[in-house]
């Protein structure tokens, strides 16, 4: 186990931010898996809460978001086959959160649904087209809003993404030092050495291969 001052030294930090691209790409190719199996998102009512529910699921190949209502909540996945409506990933203009998504900005929704702006997430299309998502918790709005961005080039900012990134970030580390137990870090890399004066102690394989024949 590293001390406080060892995990915080500098080159520790150097490694922690190698690592950063090489650990987010990872993070976004499972939020992507993750939208590829789909979720199921309730239906809002602005006037009471109705047990009403739609499927969305990104296809394969990172193209096409496809989605439909569906008659119950559905942990499984459904087939791409059964949703009837699709929206194009190029046709995305911006993924927007909380209080700024068009369904959260109506009164009944909020008064009848108190809990659900942290949920809440939306897509913009074309001009003024959205499609309005309430995610059943906390960690389904991570996934989504995560893998949403990422398909549009944007940074991945969620909770779950600065948690699963420290996670792993520190766990790659202690697998690479493992077999640096019980050895203290230097603050700072070792100085070079100088090149030596000549390499006359170079084994020089070819002429002694001229010299066997």
């Known amino acids: 186990m590293m001390s406080?001052?060892?995990?915080?030294?500098?080159?520790?930090?150097?490694?922690?931010?190698?690592?950063q691209p090489e650990v987010a790409e990872l993070i976004k190719q499972q939020r992507l898996k993750r939208l590829c199996?789909?979720?199921?998102?309730?239906?809002?009512?602005?006037?009471?809460?109705?047990?009403?529910?739609?499927?969305?699921?990104?296809?394969?190949?990172?193209?096409?978001?496809?989605?439909?209502?569906?008659?119950?909540?559905s942990q499984?996945?459904?087939?791409?086959?059964?949703l009837q409506e699709k929206l194009e990933v190029a046709d995305i203009k911006a993924v927007l959160t909380g209080k700024d998504c068009p369904h959260m900005k109506e009164k009944g929704a909020l008064k009848q649904n108190k809990e659900?702006?942290?949920?809440?997430?939306?897509?913009?299309?074309?001009?003024?087209?959205?499609?309005?998502?309430?995610?059943?918790?906390?960690?389904?709005?991570?996934?989504?809003?995560?893998?949403?961005?990422?398909l549009l080039g944007k940074e991945?900012?969620?909770?779950?993404?600065?948690?699963?990134?420290?996670?792993?970030i520190t766990m790659e580390i202690k697998l690479r030092l493992l077999d640096l137990e019980n050895i203290q870090i230097p603050e700072v890399a070792p100085p070079i050495p100088k090149e030596p004066s000549n390499y006359d102690f170079v084994y020089d394989y070819t002429q002694h291969t001229q010299q066997q024949s």
């Open 156 to 168: 991945m900012t969620s909770d779950l993404t600065k948690s699963d990134m420290e996670t792993l």
């Open 4 to 19: 406080q001052e060892e995990s915080k030294s500098r080159p520790m930090q150097e490694l922690r931010e190698k690592l």
């Open 37 to 73: 199996e789909g979720s199921c998102f309730r239906k809002i009512s602005t006037r009471r809460r109705q047990d009403k529910f739609w499927y969305c699921r990104l296809s394969p190949n990172h193209k096409v978001l496809h989605y439909g209502d569906v008659e119950e909540f």
């Open 116 to 150: 659900v702006p942290e949920l809440a997430f939306s897509v913009l299309y074309e001009s003024d087209e959205y499609l309005n998502f309430i995610a059943p918790d906390k960690h389904e709005y991570c996934i989504w809003t995560d893998g949403l961005n990422a």
């Open 76 to 82: 499984g996945q459904i087939p791409q086959d059964s």
